[in-house]
């Protein structure tokens, strides 16, 4: 990618202007980490939509939101009652490049390693974008399939919204890679409801081992109805074929990974067992 | 007082002054190659082959030769064709002359097509894209089996391929080189054993991983000759290589090296400077080739993979009757080191255990892969990885502890081994016997450090998670004996400070400062007192370069004959200035005096003396060393882990790297180095591999799919310094640099079996590796 110039708009409202002008010659920049896996000789505008008042996280209600701007670290170091993010933003890449990176940029344009996908496909986000004025869906229509298709009238995304945890809710994510700053082998988020012992609801993602991060429905629906036990959690793991197809990577076969998801998708789960349970984040 | 003691009392030496060169790169002052780029300068870049194996039928530079910025375009067409070799050895170099600047073949995916020297990369990359060639794509060889077979596709099938010392090559065979030797008699060891033991090891690729990359500039003086700057181990072998490559003489060539961001061997090869001095000289202009991290990864030196068998006997009582070692190594396409690396397999491992009989047999051959060179600790990092990990075995099949198996038969102080001798570099050895060695204490220390006491057999471990804990020792060299040469001059200054200039190259390790703490020791004043100035073929002597462990022992060794000199004439004018007779006065804090100090006169005013006053003359020392044997650094290491024996990763939680370097002239310097190494050597113990293609590309050149270490991942490593006493080396020195990336891939491997009784012979040790290990044990 070659950027041939830099515009940097005063509101929202200008930005995306600016972008339906350009078209495909343009593009929203934050943090611009995403640039190196960008090859091409095309030239490009990059709008800067840094300066927008979009970096910050707040709880309004039942959702923390996060402007769409926002780096990693400063996710990875906020706190607050019930908040799960910061475990998954630690694990991604390294603390420079997490200084600069940002939640949009990371679920803009999702890349088969991405992360943040499979943690928010679990925790049932819901995605803030602007075209004019501000629209949500839902994180399971959003990672439907690459989310340029939201993007390409000049729409921006604006902010990420994440449910408050209830007392009963609990959430745990597992990401398996070689080294400290290694892209995912593996990544699985699960959410569990827990009600009179049961588990009442279930969301579980995976990513990173599959083209593209998606949730686990029928693993889901094993979990259903049925205590938190590791036993559970084994049999529903072992449903995650029917839902994902592994790829080998990294050296390693398919069968390998398949293993380790498997066994990733039972650390997530006792890991939101845990939680569920009454351990703080 | 106790030989290990011997250097407590220096005042300079075995003490951890800083850096000298530490502020100005903490200060990010110009200190690198790129950093001192003439406005004017072009940049190369360089098209790569796209096939392992291909000769070039047609190649078309004409449109290239035009387009916008360009000045100059090599290819074999328009570049003497002149062969030799790229690594920087001693000469005559004791490797094929297999290379030529430019070849009408190519041999490896990465090897040389054509460069463009432009005015910007962008027009140099856009002219790349203009060159035309056409290939007759040959049959790749990408498999020690498939180089070996008979009738294999011959890779140096041109006829200018030799060797320049008598040694085997046969490139018809893609043989690289051969080198065998028989100590007792093997089969008689093997028949003595009580056990006896067969397997085979594997050890994969790696990278060095320097954080700058190769990087080189060339310009032309005003009076007509060749400075090249450049980042290298070995500046007077590089101005050499240039001069044969170029066809043109020495003296046309100056090689200046700054300070250079890592090397750890692979900058010992000659792979940018010989077409960026062609192109300074083609063009008139500076011109700077640097390479990215893929071309770093695909086109420069690698740690060569072997094959080894190790057959051994052991009797009940922990005798090791036969020790039987064959190796064979991939050297990829260029044979550089195919020899070295393979010598130093037996010539640095095998002399650490007592044994009668021993048999060793080594051989290097050519594959269209990427090309091996000089990396770390070589041939002995793939050797150790066998050696230890069959200690082990042999420990565990008459019942004794590895430590213990390890103690009752290491090689002792005074005691030598007949393969020091047998195998050389190049060359026969020399017979050598070994003065200080401390690796018994370092057993005792490491054990200590690491609970070594509180190690269980695997079979009573349960549950998903399993600590293990493994160990190894190893031994290295100090420079290469009857070969390497290093020399110094030092001259003193009106202040009574002193130049210090040495051949000796300083690539990271702080070899400048060691080596003026040496010439401080001797000459008896204070390091701040040394201007160092090093490695600068027209400005400082000659030295062979930084490799081979050579740096604190050879060179330093040169530097304290060169300061000895000096000081044998700061005596004689202090002594004239002092009315007294030169053995009448001694130095000490930078003065000369007489018995009961009651007479003394500074270093600063001899230095005027000497310069302005009376019998005028420059006090210079100067001296030159070779050594007569090549002391062992001596190390034993402890490494825990913890194994998930769900998935198979292995995490290191502790590590222990015990390390007897002599005196350790700069401490904390020892300790970076054994830090450094020993986190090297985890990495590439665990994580670090190459995945190739069905067509001989590397699938992961780039840091975001080669995994090395960080300091995100250093697990608690503990350097403990386990002081001897050299009576060779300069104030008791040995080598520190290399040992250490030796120990963690036996001492891990010791570790995983030692947690879950999987033995894995092949490294890295991959999540998939170890599972599957795991696996075939429960079975």
């Not at chain 1, 004025?133 to 690459?146: C, L, V």
């Not at chain 2, 800083?18 to 003439?38: E, N, R």
């Not at chain 2, 067509?695 to 001897?724: E, W």
């Amino acid at each position: 990618m070659k950027l041939c110039e830099f515009i940097r708009p005063a509101s929202l409202a200008q930005a995306r202007a600016a972008l339906r002008k350009l078209g495909p010659k343009g593009m929203p920049l934050a943090g611009g980490t995403a640039l190196h896996f960008m090859p091409g000789k095309a030239p490009v505008s990059a709008v800067d939509i840094t300066g927008l008042g979009l970096s910050y996280i707040r709880q309004k209600g039942a959702f923390f939101e996060i402007g769409a701007a926002t780096p990693l670290s400063d996710i990875q170091r906020h706190r607050g009652p019930r908040w799960a993010m910061h475990e998954i933003c630690r694990r991604i890449s390294t603390h420079q490049i997490r200084n600069v990176s940002t939640i949009g940029g990371n679920i803009a344009r999702v890349f088969p390693w991405a992360d943040l996908p499979v943690v928010l496909l679990a925790m049932n986000a819901r995605l803030v974008i602007y075209s004019g004025k501000m629209k949500e869906m839902g994180a399971d229509e959003y990672f439907s399939s690459q989310p340029a298709r939201l993007f390409r009238g000049g729409d921006l995304l604006a902010a990420v919204k994440i449910p408050v945890l209830k007392a009963h809710h609990g959430f745990g994510s597992v990401k398996a890679a070689r080294n400290a700053a290694a892209f995912s082998m593996v990544t699985i988020a699960a959410l569990l409801e827990l009600k009179d012992g049961k588990i009442a609801d279930a969301r579980v993602a995976a990513g990173s081992a599959i083209p593209f991060p998606k949730r686990l429905p029928s693993v889901e629906a094993a979990l259903i109805g049925k205590e938190p036990s590791a036993e559970v959690f084994r049999a529903a793991a072992a449903l995650a074929g029917a839902d994902a197809k592994w790829c080998k990577q990294e050296g390693m076969s398919a069968e390998y990974v398949a293993n380790l998801a498997e066994v990733s998708i039972v650390d997530a789960l006792e890991r939101a067992a845990e939680f569920a349970r009454g351990r703080t984040a | 007082m106790k030989r290990h003691e011997l250097a407590k009392h220096l005042k300079q030496v075995n003490h951890s002054v800083t850096k000298i060169d530490a502020m100005q790169l903490a200060l990010g002052k110009d200190s690198y190659v790129a950093d001192f780029l003439p406005k004017d300068a072009l940049v190369i870049k360089m098209l790569w082959s796209p096939h392992a194996h291909a000769r070039i039928k047609k190649m078309d530079v004409s449109r290239a030769e035009k387009m916008p910025g360009v000045k100059c375009v090599l290819w074999h067409g328009n570049v003497p064709r002149i062969v030799h070799c790229t690594a920087g050895q001693g000469y005559p170099e004791p490797s094929p002359y297999d290379t030529f600047m430019f070849d009408n073949k190519v041999r490896f995916v990465g090897d040389r097509v054509a460069a463009v020297a432009a005015e910007t990369e962008e027009q140099a990359l856009a002219a790349l894209e203009a060159i035309k060639v056409e290939y007759e794509v040959l049959k790749p060889v990408f498999t020690l089996d498939e180089a070996m077979a008979p009738g294999a596709p011959v890779i140096h099938d041109e006829p200018e391929a030799h060797v320049p010392i008598p040694i085997t090559y046969e490139p018809k065979k893609n043989l690289v080189a051969h080198v065998a030797c028989e100590a007792g008699s093997f089969k008689k060891g093997m028949a003595e054993a009580d056990f006896t033991f067969d397997q085979t090891y594997e050890t994969p690729y790696a990278q060095h991983c320097p954080i700058e990359p190769y990087t080189s500039m060339a310009q032309i003086t005003p009076a007509g000759r060749i400075l090249i700057t450049t980042s290298t181990q070995v500046p007077f072998h590089c101005r050499r290589i240039v001069a044969r490559t170029l066809g043109i003489p020495v003296q046309k060539i100056r090689v200046v090296k700054p300070r250079i961001g890592g090397g750890f061997g692979c900058k010992q090869e000659i792979l940018l400077e010989d077409v960026t001095a062609m192109m300074a000289l083609r063009t008139g202009r500076p011109c700077l080739w640097r390479f990215d991290r893929e071309e770093t990864f695909r086109t420069g030196r690698t740690r060569h993979p072997f094959h080894i068998r190790l057959r051994a006997g052991v009797k009940k009582d922990g005798t090791i009757t036969a020790i039987g070692l064959e190796c064979i190594n991939n050297t990829g396409a260029y044979g550089g080191h195919g020899l070295t690396v393979v010598s130093c397999s037996g010539g640095k491992t095998l002399p650490l255990y007592h044994c009668d009989n021993i048999l060793f047999d080594g051989k290097s051959y050519y594959t269209n892969l990427p090309v091996g060179g000089a990396y770390r600790g070589f041939g002995a990092t793939q050797a150790f990885f066998a050696i230890e990990s069959l200690m082990d075995h042999m420990a565990e099949a008459i019942g004794m502890d590895p430590l213990k198996f390890r103690q009752i038969n290491h090689i002792r102080p005074g005691e030598g081994s007949p393969i020091f001798q047998a195998l050389g570099e190049g060359r026969e050895g020399l017979p050598m016997t070994v003065g200080s060695n401390a690796l018994g204490e370092c057993i005792v220390q490491g054990a200590e450090a690491a609970g070594w006491e509180k190690r269980q057999d695997w079979r009573k471990k349960t549950g998903r998670y399993r600590r293990g804990i493994g160990m190894c020792c190893l031994m290295q060299g100090s420079s290469i004996p009857d070969i390497d040469m290093g020399a110094a001059t030092i001259k003193i200054n009106e202040d009574g400070s002193f130049n210090l200039n040495v051949g000796a190259t300083d690539l990271g390790t702080g070899s400048d400062t060691v080596l003026a703490q040496i010439a401080a020791e001797e000459l008896e004043t204070t390091t701040d007192k040394m201007i160092v100035y090093s490695s600068d073929t027209d400005m400082t002597p000659f030295d062979v370069g930084a490799y081979a462990s050579s740096t604190t022992y050879l060179s330093g060794e040169a530097v304290r004959k060169a300061a000895a000199d000096a000081k044998r004439q700061i005596l004689a004018t202090g002594a004239e200035m002092l009315g007294l007779k030169p053995e009448e006065v001694h130095c000490e804090d930078a003065h000369v005096l007489n018995a009961d100090g009651s007479k003394k006169v500074s270093y600063s005013d001899i230095a005027n003396y000497s310069l302005y006053q009376k019998n005028q003359y420059q006090i210079i020392g100067t001296a030159s060393h070779i050594t007569k044997k090549s002391p062992p650094p001596f190390a034993a290491h402890f490494a825990e882990v913890e194994v998930d024996t769900l998935t198979g990763f292995v995490k290191v939680l502790n590590y222990v790297s015990t390390i007897d370097c002599g005196t350790a002239v700069n401490p904390t310097l020892c300790e970076g180095q054994t830090e450094g190494g020993t986190l090297n050597g985890i990495s590439y113990a665990l994580t670090e591999e190459y995945l190739f293609d069905e067509t001989g590309k590397m699938q992961n050149a780039s840091f975001a799919d080669y995994h090395i270490y960080s300091m995100r991942d250093r697990p608690n490593i503990k350097a403990i310094l386990v002081p001897s006493y050299e009576d060779t080396g300069p104030f008791g020195a040995k080598s520190v640099s290399e040992i250490c990336i030796n120990g963690p891939a036996p001492a891990i491997g010791n570790a995983i079996y030692n947690a879950t009784g999987a033995r894995l012979n092949e490294f890295p040790f991959t999540p998939e590796k170890v599972l599957k290990a795991i696996k075939a044990v429960k079975k």
